[in-house]
């Protein structure tokens, strides 16, 4: 659609945008940096939406995949900075049904990217192993393009494309342990706490009536990662989840439209250089 191909232009831009901002915040400790690390990402992905009896009215699953940069500076104090940014994309199949009921099968592209933020303070447990708790803010912004599927009875169900914004605090701790000069095992875990949700849905785009802004409700989701660092190569397993909670109902010409309680889950494999 004209309209999605735009908009993915536009997040490009704002991506790009905040990766030059925070490089110019830090440019000045570029020379004392602990350094950087660019990985790409391969994740298992589920999104699954929920009618208000609680039966499962859309599933989708398939493969993401993603590149990212992740940058660490560590000042005197300990206080350590810690922004990193990830663009993913990818297609996976819908299983759902429209709005009379009738099953569905389609694919959706999925495009977008995620900006984490965070401040920790690193302390020393014992001379290999280190603690370091942290806070932060984050953002994730995605396209849903969900295309033209076909009904159980072969008819055909128009798509449309979605657009999403989350904004979350972050809370956690990560860790690590010296197996040696050249190893490390690593660890972290945490929580997303939303302030901010937005899904504004393309609809006139596909005939379907006029756009549509929803704001889902805001619930806790979780986020976990453990790896390792050989020289400079590290590896990792992750999980990383969103939970929304049903919007509230909003009244567009004759029709009233609500985003049910919808979730997303994902496991995954990074692998990247650090320099």
């Known amino acids: ?11 490009l831009r704002m991506f790009l945008q905040v990766v030059l901002l925070f490089s110019g915040i830090f440019t000045a400790s570029l020379a004392t940096a602990e350094g950087f690390y660019l990985y790409g990402a391969v994740e ?7 009618a208000d009896n609680g039966a499962r009215a859309v599933n989708e699953s398939g493969p993401l995949f993603g590149i990212g940069l992740d940058y660490s500076h560590e000042f005197e104090d300990r206080i350590i900075v810690s922004p990193k940014g ?39 447990v014992t001379k290999r192993f280190f603690l370091e708790p942290f806070g932060g803010i984050g953002l994730r912004w ?5 295309k033209d599927g076909t009904t159980s009875s072969g008819t055909v169900a128009s798509g449309y494309t979605e657009a999403w914004t989350t904004l979350y605090g972050r809370l956690g701790a990560r860790g690590g ?5 050249q190893t490390q ?12 949700n937005e899904n504004t849905a393309y609809l006139s785009n596909a005939g379907l009536g006029p756009n549509v802004t929803l704001h889902p409700g805001l ?15 590290r590896a990792s397993l992750f999980y990383d989840s969103l939970r929304f909670s049903r919007s509230q109902d909003v009244a567009s010409g004759a029709y009233i439209y609500w985003q049910p309680q919808s979730t997303m889950d994902a496991y995954g494999v990074k692998v990247g250089v650090v320099f």
């Not at 298992?44 to 929920?50: A, K």
């Not at 095992?185 to 901010?196: M, Q, R």
């Not at 619930?219 to 190569?233: V, Y």
């Open 142 to 146: 995605w396209l849903r393009d969900i």
């Open 219 to 233: 619930q806790a989701s979780f986020f976990a990662e453990a790896g390792t660092t050989i020289g400079r190569i």
């Open 44 to 50: 298992s992905f589920e999104w699954r939406e929920f």
């Open 185 to 196: 095992l690593f660890f972290e875990a945490g929580v997303k706490l939303p302030f901010y």
């Open 177 to 181: 342990i010296d197996v040696s000069k």
């Open 86 to 124: 990830e663009i993913f994309f990818g297609n996976v199949d819908y299983d759902g049904q429209t709005q009379a009921g009738e099953p569905v099968t389609s694919t959706v592209g999925y495009f977008g990217f995620t900006f984490d933020g965070d401040l920790s303070m690193r302390f020393k």
């Open 1 to 11: 659609m004209k309209k999605a191909h735009m908009t993915r232009q536009h997040a």
